[in-house]
């Protein structure tokens, strides 16, 4: 592994955690745990939350002491975390971001102070400065807001005039500015965008320097870490790779444990019934004696538990109008300020869209438009005469009511449910017991997320319109929401900057681009591909008056969402891929058309078993049940028709696309 190199000294050894313990309000997190973080390794911090994971971030920064043990840090090595608050300030974001530098602040100030007569003191400083990198400083910093989603003409608007998740941003592009050793990044990605993802993916990479992220996302922990260290069950194991790869090593280790604990309970179970048998005789007392005491060296051994608590599906829909909801020719925006032009979509039952985009480029717009809460400022907005919308987004959960528990949310939400109903159906959600019972001001940003989706859950949507549903939610619930929403038997639109989720759960991609709205007739791999040219082209223009990038790699960030440059040389480039990308557009509705049927098809035949079952229940033929017997022959006609024309459907659709292919 190679070393951070600090002045002369290699530092191989960064951090170390010696018998480190962690109790948080009386309840033990993690202990015992004793580990080394080496230079340059990339650590992936995972773990449900509540496990601890905040807890030893604020124990390496030195803001929390450990219970028992100790956290030593190299002499010397600087730590550099995002700071979760912004001062409204005049300052501007450029500025800003250079304020991450600290070591350069100080060297500019020196500068500042001295006097003409200071020559020799004067030049010192500037060899610093040079060394510090400060003539670059500007086009670095720039080039990080870029990468973070700021237009060029906001990099000198004032920190005051953003808001709330762009200042974390800001925070965000400080905290990289940084040339401290260690770098600590706490969920950096929950108030960014897939575009914004996908650069500091590529940044992360490239940066040299000691890395302890903690991230509930995938992809991004996969693309960034080569160590992985998790929390579970009060104990944090540390394991050599990404994500993925410790998932690998923990799976077997489980599949391991869980052997052992069925060979140590047949052993027991053996040893104590020859006990059980024998204890009494005399002849053979020692014998059983000696299993007694192979019983006690036996030990305790666990069987393995499920880490899920989050078991939920979503209701069938009540019905399933289609088309849904209907945009045409539809102009979006804010006063006279148009977003979107034209756009026409139309939104069929069993659809399943994910929404692409840069920051700004109007998404959100477009799920509002959809919801019906944005007026459009041209064309028409159609709704299906029983369309029943669940709408997730950030503003969902900020208006919870923060004096209300999850369980008086829910039976506020739906008078109808019994007080048992609401609990079994919030246990499902993580609200159990005492749970449901907490005052929603005092859960965690991910508990107010749960509780934000359990409540569209109960209201059966036929559709479902998801703004960032992941954020601040864990990989267990992440997992656990993605299988809900694959089982989902109403039309999905979703935007994400999980790109597991997307790629779990959606089947076409729409893309929001330059005033408009068309399908990407392409996968998430080839979004990256599209967003690196539009970088590529406007990084060329930005680097004649940049020099160099915020980065060591040197990759600059998007213009803004209007400054994208034209794909058309890509595509020509992958001729092949947008031939394939079209048959599979030509392709996707008689392809839909098979998976309804095929759904279709699947209920009808479930309908007609459950008829058939009840024609064989004992006593039906009886004379006193003629008339029940007639209804259900009658049922059992009607399901069977159902089944006959379904298939005969399913039959001329499969071959529409067999010919079509």
């Known amino acids: 592994m190679s070393a951070w190199v600090l002045g002369q000294r290699k530092i191989l050894r960064m951090l170390s955690l010696n018998d480190v313990a962690c109790r948080r309000d009386g309840k033990r997190l993690f202990g015992d745990v004793n580990c080394v973080i080496h230079a340059g390794q990339k650590v992936g911090l995972t773990g449900a939350n509540g496990t601890g994971k905040s807890s030893l971030f604020a124990m390496i920064q030195g803001t929390l002491e450990p219970d028992t043990g100790s956290i030593s840090l190299q002499q010397h090595v600087g730590i550099t975390h995002v700071a979760q608050e912004t001062q409204s300030s005049e300052r501007s974001a450029l500025d800003y971001v250079v304020d991450g530098d600290q070591k350069l602040r100080l060297i500019q100030t020196a500068i500042d102070q001295c006097s003409d007569q200071e020559g020799e003191r004067l030049a010192v400083h500037l060899s610093d400065l040079e060394q510090a ?6 086009s670095r910093a720039g080039s990080l807001l870029n990468g973070l989603g ?3 003409e906001q990099h000198q608007w004032p920190v005051s005039r953003f808001s709330g998740g762009w200042r974390m941003r ?3 592009g400080q905290a990289l500015m940084s040339p401290n050793e260690l770098l600590l990044l706490d969920e950096p990605t929950n108030h960014l965008d897939l575009d914004a993802v996908l650069w500091l993916e590529t940044w992360l990479r490239q940066r040299e320097g000691t890395l302890i992220l903690v991230s509930h996302d995938r992809e991004f922990l996969d693309a960034v870490t080569n160590t992985t260290m998790h929390i579970e069950s009060e104990a944090v194991s540390l394991v050599t790779g990404n994500y ?21 309970q047949a052993r027991r179970k053996e040893l104590q019934g020859f006990v059980d048998r024998f204890r009494a005789k005399a002849s053979k007392a020692r014998q059983a004696q000696s299993r007694l005491k192979m019983l006690e060296r036996l030990g305790d051994t666990q069987a393995v538990r499920p880490e899920s608590p989050f078991t939920f599906s979503f209701q069938t829909p009540d019905t399933m109008p289609s088309p849904l909801v209907v945009l045409q020719q539809a102009n979006l925006g804010y006063g006279e300020n148009t977003i979107l032009n034209k756009v ?5 039952s069993g659809d399943r869209i994910g929404l692409l985009g840069v920051n700004g480029a109007g998404k959100s717009t477009l799920v509002k438009a959809l919801v019906g809460s944005l007026e459009l400022q041209a064309g028409s907005r159609i709704p299906a005469q029983k369309l029943r919308i669940g709408y997730f987004a950030q503003h969902q959960v900020d208006q919870l009511r ?14 109808s449910l019994s007080e048992t109903q609401a609990r079994t159906f919030l246990g499902t959600f993580g609200f159990a017991g005492d749970r449901a019972l907490q005052i929603t001001e005092t859960l965690s940003g991910g508990e107010r997320a749960r509780l934000a989706l359990a409540l569209i859950v109960q209201s059966k949507p036929n559709l479902l319109l998801l703004d960032e549903p992941t954020n601040h939610l864990d990989i267990v619930m992440r997992e656990s929401l993605a299988d809900a929403l694959v089982a989902f038997e109403g039309a999905l639109l979703v935007i994400s900057h999980d790109r597991t989720m997307l790629r779990t759960v959606v089947d076409e991609l729409w893309l929001v681009a330059k005033g408009s709205l068309t399908p990407f007739n392409d996968d998430l791999d080839g979004y990256a591909r599209w967003l690196a040219a539009q970088r590529q082209a406007v990084s060329g223009d930005v680097s004649t008056n940049s020099g160099q990038s915020a980065m060591n790699g040197g990759a600059a ?17 992958k001729a092949q891929k947008r031939l394939d990308a079209d048959r599979r557009a030509r392709l996707a509705p008689l392809t839909k058309a098979v998976s309804l049927h095929e759904k279709a098809l699947d209920k009808a035949t479930d309908r007609l078993a459950k008829v058939r079952e009840k024609l064989g229940a004992d006593g039906l033929y009886n004379e006193e049940r003629k008339s029940e017997l007639t209804q259900l022959l009658a049922e059992e006609l009607e399901a069977r028709r159902s089944v006959d024309d379904i298939e005969e459907k399913l039959l001329e659709s499969m071959e529409a696309l067999e010919s079509a292919s």
């Not at 993925?244 to 140590?264: M, P, V």
């Not at 026409?344 to 069929?348: A, F, K």
């Not at 528990?405 to 008078?415: C, E, G, N, S």
């Not at 213009?559 to 480039?573: I, N, Q, V």
Request: glycine content about 8%; aromatic content about 6%; overall charge negative.
């Open 344 to 348: 026409n979509l139309t939104v069929q």
């Open 557 to 573: 960030g998007v213009e803004s969402a209007s400054g994208l440059a034209p794909m058309d040389g890509m595509l020509d480039r």
């Open 133 to 138: 990198g400060g003539y670059t400083i500007q």
């Open 402 to 415: 923060s004096d209300q528990t999850p369980l008086q949310a829910l039976l506020t939400h739906d008078p």
């Open 244 to 264: 993925s790869a410790f998932e690998r090593w923990r799976s077997a280790r489980l599949s391991n444990q869980q052997a052992e604990h069925e060979k140590a």
């Open 170 to 172: 800001l925070n965000l």
């Open 150 to 152: 700021f237009s060029t």
